[in-house]
């Protein structure tokens, strides 16, 4: 089960906490389900992507893949289809009885860099495992913009898990889909169990090529700005981005190697009982990535005004070849989980959420 926002700030104190941070940590760290990791102050260039071997530690691959390294200072630029492995403030003493997931931060798959966490040891991004005790480290690459970062920036989180029964059955999705509407159409409606693309704890959504003028945005390449990470509501969308219109056959035609935002036809609205997590990559879906930033708190769409849910904003990057997207083709799939107990707070504008409107909205970097 999902640790609720209360449980992570008990994870924090104490005289052996098991959330430990080389600076002070602060209150917007903490979300309804997660918590905001941030950048240390050193940044190493390394010559490739890697994983550990369960007898190695990432401070040992460091000394032989790194190319260079430097000190993060605020404005320090990380380039374009570059790896950087940079330490962060936070490390972990976690009990046996947990493990966590990490996933990027919804402000940053949206500007398509790629950034996965990195533990000692183990051979796998994004997953700690149960009773790890040891420091985090982040990947960087930015794919399509280059960025200027800063010490103390947010750019991953992670989600605290027991390691009991987490996940509810289909039956169990069907009670609570006719309690809360978990997935609801453009007028707010539950959908019906017919139509409710449901197995076990996930559910499908298709992508919305009609609903309005412009049903996309497409990243431009070779753009002549640094995006600085540390502003908010300050870059021109069109400097970085061109609007993919509505076509009259509701298909569009995928870029080879480009990065989109669109948004699904589905709203969804998670209950307080609840969290979820986009699963990132589905071949069954077609040759692309159709989601960076998976992770869904308690509360996402659930206290919109009229109860109408929030449409789920992709990030979505075709591979090596042209691919054809057809309007309410499936593009993802979301997996729930059970929340171990009720949030003290919930995902939502009230706590500073940035992400609460029902139409496609970039990254809040850029004017709204």
Not at 43 to 53: E, G, K, M
Not at 191 to 198: C, F, G, I, K
Not at 294 to 312: C, L
Request: hydrophobic letters at 35%; aromatic letters at 10%.
């Amino acid at each position: 089960m999902v640790l609720p926002y209360q449980r992570i700030k008990a994870l924090a104190r104490g005289q052996r906490p098991a959330i430990r941070s080389t600076s002070r940590l602060n209150e917007r760290q903490f979300q309804p389900a997660s918590l905001d990791c941030t950048l240390g102050r050193r940044v190493y260039r390394v010559a490739s992507s890697f994983l550990p071997r369960e007898s190695e530690t990432i401070a040992e691959l460091l000394k032989t893949r790194t190319l260079y390294d430097f000190d993060l200072k605020p404005g320090s630029i990380l380039e374009i289809n570059t790896p950087y492995i940079i330490p962060l403030n936070e490390s972990l003493a976690l009990p046996g009885s947990l493990d966590a997931r990490a996933n990027p931060k919804s402000s940053i798959g949206r500007i398509d860099v790629f950034v996965r966490v990195l533990t000692d040891h183990n051979p796998q991004y994004d997953y700690i495992t149960p009773g790890y005790k040891g420091p985090l480290y982040l990947e960087v690459i930015p794919l399509t913009f280059a960025i200027r970062v800063a010490p103390g920036l947010a750019m991953t989180q992670v989600r605290f898990r027991s390691t009991d029964d987490r996940f509810p059955t289909e039956a169990e999705m069907v009670v609570t889909h006719k309690k809360f509407g978990l997935i609801t159409d453009n007028h707010g409606q539950p959908v019906p169990r017919r139509a409710l693309r449901l197995k076990d704890n996930v559910i499908s959504f298709s992508v919305d090529l009609t609903g309005s003028p412009i049903v996309a945005y497409r990243a431009r390449h070779y753009v002549s700005e640094l995006l600085d990470l540390t502003k908010r509501n300050h870059y021109h969308e069109d400097h970085f981005w061109t609007p993919v219109r509505r076509q009259p056959d509701g298909e569009i035609m995928l870029e080879p190697n480009s990065f989109y935002i669109m948004a699904t036809k589905e709203r969804v609205r998670i209950p307080p009982t609840m969290a979820a997590e986009i699963m990132p990559y589905d071949p069954s879906t077609g040759e692309l990535r159709s989601h960076y930033a998976g992770f869904f708190d308690p509360g996402f769409g659930y206290s919109v005004r009229g109860k109408r849910g929030n449409i789920v904003v992709l990030e979505v990057r075709a591979h090596s070849a042209p691919f054809r997207l057809t309007d309410g083709q499936v593009i993802c799939k979301m997996l729930f989980e059970k929340m171990a107990e009720l949030p003290a707070k919930l995902y939502g504008s009230n706590i500073g959420s940035t992400y609460t409107s029902a139409r496609i909205r970039l990254s809040k970097f850029f004017k709204r």
